[in-house]
């Protein structure tokens, strides 16, 4: 066994012992959480400044800080549950046990992990809670990078085979509508998940240069647990119904930020829509 594996395995124990929440990991998704650990180690190594953006309590980010990376986390932790039961500082700690250096936002600096310049930054399921386009935000992640570091991206697969059959049937491939309904503030589940393609054109719209895009299991729970080896199998041949992708891009040292679309891009996103929003001036600059 590698040392990484030794590291991995080692952290597993550790996070499933100090956690603070119980129930919140699920042992069939062990081998996910190493598979999200060994893409990256695999193109940047372990001697790295890591941002892990929108970290939530932590249970991914601690694994990567296990295997030797330095890892600064970065979340609002305004989940209605995070405001709980001293729920934020039980977050907090935790992620100061594994040694991630965790920041939050202030009314001074809403983006204080760009004051430095990082190897890699992660965003581990989080563009999937996005109700609006990433697209300003992701600039100034890139922003952020040191040339040629790397811009990790995981988010689940929109078309995995559970939804596929879900839908022939008649199912919801969104979140259960119970879970929606009578979720306590704002709406902070899945509003748009994506598909290879959709990586694809995220990664030429920033402007970078594709290391690897690539799908990975993190949700094996869903299938009754005599189902997981077979689908385990099945999907190397169909690696597209696995549950997760993960885009890795680098950043080349010559890149520049485009937040605007240039006249066709607009024409193309904008031009077909209901009628022809294309038309109009709009603030690219603006979030809102």
């Keep these: 066994m590698s040392k990484i594996e030794e590291l991995l395995e080692e952290g597993w124990l550790q996070l499933n012992n100090s956690f603070p929440f119980d129930n919140y990991i699920n042992q069939a998704r062990k081998s996910g959480y190493f598979d999200m650990v060994r893409k990256v180690e695999k193109w940047s190594g372990t001697d790295v400044d890591v941002l892990d953006f929108g970290a939530g309590p ?18 609002t932790l305004n989940d209605s549950w995070v405001k709980k039961d001293n729920n934020r500082q039980k977050i907090l700690d935790f992620a100061s046990s ?65 939804k596929r059959l879900h839908l022939l049937v008649g199912k919801t491939n969104y979140n259960r509508y119970d879970y929606f309904y009578w979720y306590p503030g704002a709406w902070n589940g899945h509003v748009r998940e994506y598909v290879k393609k959709d990586l694809e054109l995220l990664n030429k719209y920033l402007n970078l ?43 080349p040292k010559s890149w520049s930020s485009q937040v605007e679309p240039s006249p066709k891009q607009i024409k193309d996103a904008l031009g077909w829509h209901y009628f022809d929003m294309s038309q109009y001036d709009y603030d690219w600059e603006s979030e809102d």
């Design 98 to 162: 594994f040694g991630v250096d965790y920041i939050l936002p202030s009314e001074d600096n809403e983006t204080p992990w760009d004051s430095k310049k990082y190897d890699v930054i992660m965003s581990h399921d989080v563009l999937e809670h996005f109700h609006s386009s990433p697209r300003i935000l992701l600039n100034k992640l890139v922003e952020s990078l040191k040339p040629g570091g790397l811009l990790v991206t995981t988010v689940p697969n929109a078309a995995n085979l559970r």
């Design 209 to 251: 240069e594709k290391v690897e895009l690539s799908s990975y299991h993190l949700q094996l729970d869903a299938l009754p647990a005599l189902l997981r080896t077979p689908f385990k199998i099945g999907s190397y041949l169909m690696p597209g119904v696995r549950d997760s992708w993960m885009l890795v891009s680098r950043k």
């Design 58 to 75: 932590c249970d991914k980010t601690a694994l990567f800080s296990k295997v030797g990376m330095k890892v600064t986390a970065f979340d």
